[in-house]
């Protein structure tokens, strides 16, 4: 998170990680395909021979509360290549939130679990530990043969407290809402921490009904939220004595 108390602007870093071709550049094309003009940045991408990395500001993606406060959302990939491991570490730096891209193939097991593994080795080379990163995981790829049935994926779930979402994202499902449930689940995070509601009388929920709306989508909060299949909605904190 960074706070310019000048221009009273938060900005919020966003993460998608995930193994390689799993989705998460997909996720992110969707989102800025959702996105009005004026909200969104331009898309870039940093090539690499066999992968890429894709980050956009999401802006002017804005409310402004009785306190003032402005809002920049920053979205990045990284990529999945297990020779770009310095790459998704250097990405990964600074990040409020990450929504953990898992490709739903049941051939890809082994590939999510040493990516997400991957996670919580570079999260911990930055000095945090996974339990205090705001965390959700979107299960992609739903419309392919041979993937983890729902019942699985629901098991898996109730296991954890990440929320938990399936999804389509090359025809936009589910993208939405693993992107509102991450900003939400960021927010209430960065709130407890530092009381942005209190020192500048945010309105939380009118932010997250601007960006549903800014997207072009319709709903409430709860309807994107309730689409979880487990997992829950708390602040994550970093504990004491860490």
């Known amino acids: 998170m960074q706070l310019d108390f000048v221009s009273r602007e938060l900005t919020i870093k966003l993460v998608y990680y995930g193994p390689a071709l799993s989705g998460k ?8 395909g959702f996105s009005d ?5 331009r898309l870039m991408t940093l090539e690499t021979r066999d992968d ?7 802006l002017p993606l804005r409310f402004r509360g009785e306190g003032d406060l402005s809002v920049r959302l920053k979205l990045f990939t990284v990529p999945g290549q297990v020779i770009h491991a310095s790459t998704r570490r250097l990405v ?8 953990f891209i898992a490709d739903s193939q049941l051939s890809e097991t082994q590939n999510n679990a040493r990516a997400f593994l991957d996670l919580k080795e570079n999260l911990r080379f930055h000095g945090r530990e996974m339990r205090e ?3 959700v995981i979107q299960y992609n790829k739903r419309d392919l043969p041979q993937t983890r049935s729902r019942d699985e994926i629901v098991q898996l779930a109730q296991k954890g407290r990440e929320p938990v979402f399936t999804a389509i994202a090359t025809q936009g499902v589910g993208v939405l809402d693993t992107f509102v449930a991450l900003l939400h689940l ?3 995070s960065l709130d407890a921490a530092h009381d942005l509601s209190g020192k500048f009388r945010f309105n939380s929920e009118a932010l997250l009904q601007e960006v549903i709306t800014r997207m072009g989508a319709r709903g409430t909060i709860d309807q994107f939220l309730n ?4 997992g829950q909605f708390e602040a994550r904190r970093k504990e004491s004595g860490q």
Do not use: K, M, S, Y
């Open 227 to 230: 689409a979880r299949l487990g």
């Open 92 to 99: 990964l730096q600074g990040t409020d939130g990450v929504a």
């Open 25 to 32: 550049t997909t996720n992110l094309q969707a989102i800025h």
């Open 52 to 58: 890429r990395t894709l980050f956009f500001d999401l």
């Open 133 to 135: 990163l705001p965390l």
């Open 37 to 41: 003009e004026q909200t969104r940045g």
């Open 186 to 188: 960021t927010w209430l």
